[in-house]
């Protein structure tokens, strides 16, 4: 008898404890299904040449969200999450606008990208239609803002404004006589090369020659040949870092001394590598501050490489704080619907890694800023910055 007892309460006090723990269960499914999914659209070249550039805009991203989703957000009353919904765009303009229609597709809030102006100029029609805001932190061609879309922002500087400076820079400060231009026929490298074009001769400077390869190119001699016997004592180069190291290198290789600068997109470690001793002297314009200058700038740097196990590039902390312009303007609405928040896009005001960052009529960033640096004892060294009205 005692021992039916004993068996009785053992099934009693069983049946509680599954009671307790079945409770719990549907307790945490039902906070689980008020949790609204918040999709954050990442497009760039995630393979291909350009696949280091996507990887660095794509971690930039993928930190905000994190950070976001470590504060518990809630938005419109419910908890929030945010997701990474990634698309590899390859840097092919038509791939470019298959990949902007899947993110559409599969209903992102938001898209930070794509990286190349020429993906994102056909990308931007598709995104627009959609009602889907698109942040650029990379894609500097000045016609991405030019075609009046009411959901197109850019957080980084344009071509008139960076190789701009680059063009004047080489017309007032070098000195230099004789400037000479390449340019890798993209929508990024042609649209630098014409900017820069534009600014020597607005500033009183003399193109002696204009050039140009494609972006897939490993030999610049014929170019190279041709602006030599130009006699330019400067050469200006549109296009990216690898392309921009084997062409100084080909340079010096003829026996060319003129100073060899570029626009965005060089700057980094990858160009001092492929480049060797042809490095030195190399001078660039890159977009915003020298982030050792900027109050977080240190920190996220540090952060980033402990996070992902690189160093990051040129545009990972753009995209950082184009994801956290999105994810502030959503709370800003209170509201993680397009149509809701892009309207907090147009009177953003963030504090972000890259500076203060708040938006034209046309969703040009305001007050942006450029940099010139120049390689020295095998490093890239900060020279001067210019921040345009």
């Known amino acids: 008898m005692v021992f039916r007892l004993r068996t009785s309460r053992r099934a009693v006090a069983a049946a509680i404890a599954a009671t307790f723990v079945m409770s719990s269960m549907l307790a945490a499914g039902a906070v689980s299904a008020q949790e609204v999914v918040v999709k954050v ?9 350009g696949a280091a550039y996507g990887k ?6 993928r930190m905000a969200v994190d950070e976001a989703n470590a504060a518990h957000p809630t938005i419109g009353g419910k908890p929030v999450k945010f997701v990474v919904k990634s698309q590899d765009d390859q840097s092919d303009p038509r791939i470019g606008v298959q990949a902007a229609q899947q993110l559409v ?22 995104y627009a239609k959609a009602g889907v805001p698109m942040i650029t932190p990379s894609a500097t061609n000045p016609a ?3 075609a009046g879309l009411s959901t197109v922002y850019r957080v980084i500087a344009t071509d008139t404004q960076n190789a ?7 017309a ?17 490298g042609q649209g630098e090369a014409d900017e820069f074009e534009k600014a020597v001769k607005a500033s009183g400077g003399t193109i002696v020659a204009r050039e140009f390869t494609n972006d897939k190119a490993v030999d610049f001699s014929a170019q190279l040949t041709h602006i030599k016997s130009a006699n330019a004592d400067l050469v200006f180069f549109g296009g990216l870092d690898s392309q921009a190291a084997m062409l100084v290198k080909r340079m010096r290789q003829l026996g060319m001394k003129a100073q060899f600068l570029a626009g965005g997109g060089v700057m980094d470690a990858n160009f001092i590598k492929l480049a060797g001793d042809a490095a030195d ?59 809701d928040f892009n309207s907090a896009l147009k009177s953003t005001n963030y504090d972000g890694i890259t500076g203060t960052i708040a938006f034209t009529q046309t969703g040009d960033l305001k007050n942006p800023s450029s940099t010139m640096y120049q390689v020295k004892n095998v490093a890239w060294t900060p020279v001067t910055t210019k921040t345009s009205d």
């Open 164 to 170: 701009g400076n680059a063009g004047n820079y080489a």
């Open 105 to 126: 597709d599969d209903n992102v809030a938001v898209v930070v990208g794509h990286f190349n102006s020429g993906t994102t100029l056909p990308a931007s029609q598709i």
């Open 281 to 339: 002297g190399s001078s660039v314009w890159e977009y915003g501050q020298p982030l050792s200058t900027l109050p977080k700038g240190k920190t996220f740097e540090t952060r980033f490489r402990q996070k992902f196990g690189v160093d990051m590039l040129a545009y990972a902390p753009f995209a950082y704080d184009a994801a956290w312009v999105a994810i502030k303007a959503m709370q800003k609405a209170n509201s993680v619907k397009p149509a």
């Open 56 to 61: 660095d805009i794509e971690n930039g991203v």
């Open 41 to 49: 659209g990442v497009a760039g070249p995630l393979t291909g040449s």
């Open 172 to 188: 007032t400060v070098t000195k230099a006589k004789r400037i000479a231009i390449i340019d890798d026929r993209t929508a990024f």
């Open 144 to 146: 991405i803002t030019q």
